[in-house]
T-cell receptor, first 114, second 112 residues
Framework: KQEVTQIPAALSVPEGENLVLNCSFT??????LQWFRQDPGKGLTSLLL?????REQTSGRLNASLDKSSGRSTLYIAASQPGDSATYLC?????????????FGTGTLLAVQP | DTEVTQTPKHLVMGMTNKKSLKCEQH?????MYWYKQKAKKPPELMFV???????INESVPSRFSPECPNSSLLNLHLHALQPEDSALYLC???????????FGQGTRLTVV
């Protein structure tokens, strides 16, 4: 059974710092991996999708990498801002036969202090 | 349009009530999902519909009944729920191939 873990569970940094969020998964036979952010009480906002054949994706201040063989993905946030404060979730696309199942990590709660 | 719309945003229901949650997307996606999220926990998969047929049921109690009337619409019918079913219910859709999943804003359900 696929298990997805995120470290750290919570992180508090001063504004302007660069930071790295980690995502680990137990079964490397995944299809794709997607990073989301979630504001309190809200739905999920897609940040980056890393397709199975890719190793990296970038969008603005965000950079995500994927190493399927080691079961790891990282999300790098450059020059953090208070508006980045949210919960960050990674999700692996686990192929469930005819359909992909998105299995979520445990999440990292990020607080960026002004 | 990359939007998944869920209604209602909030719902309070008694344990003897019957209610329904609705999810709509117009991206032509053929897979639609229901997730349940408790406070401070990640979303947990409940159901997956693929091409309007139930593809995955993650051993969800029968008091939750999904329905996919057409390729754009997904419903979750609720009956005789328990207070522990109170949670944020999220709907998602996924296109084929190497596409990203899109989520709605969720329905905050409270069972009293």
């Amino acid at each position: 059974k696929q298990e997805v873990t995120q470290i750290p569970a919570a992180l508090s940094v001063p504004e302007g710092e660069n930071l790295v969020l980690n995502c680990s998964f137990t079964d490397s036979a995944i299809y794709n991996l997607q990073w989301f952010r979630q504001d309190p009480g809200k739905g999920l906002t897609s940040l980056l999708l890393i397709q199975s054949s890719q190793r990296e994706q970038t969008s603005g201040r965000l950079n995500a990498s994927l190493d399927k063989s080691s079961g790891r993905s990282t999300l790098y946030i450059a020059a953090s801002q208070p508006g980045d404060s949210a919960t960050y979730l990674c999700a692996v696309f686990d192929y469930g036969g005819a359909t992909n199942k998105l299995i979520f990590g445990t999440g990292t709660l990020l607080a960026v202090q002004p | 349009d990359t939007e998944v719309t869920q209604t209602p945003k909030h719902l309070v229901m008694g344990m003897t009530n019957k209610k329904s949650l609705k999810c709509e997307q117009h991206m032509g996606h053929r897979a639609m999902y229901w997730y349940k999220q408790k406070a401070k926990k990640p979303p947990e998969l409940m159901f997956v519909y693929s091409y309007e047929k139930l593809s995955i049921n993650e051993s969800v109690p029968s008091r939750f009944s999904p329905e996919c009337p057409n390729s754009s619409l997904l419903n979750l019918h609720l009956h005789a729920l328990q207070p522990e079913d109170s949670a944020l219910y999220l709907c998602a859709s996924l296109g084929g191939g190497n596409t990203e999943a899109f989520f709605g804003q969720g329905t905050r359900l409270t069972v009293v």
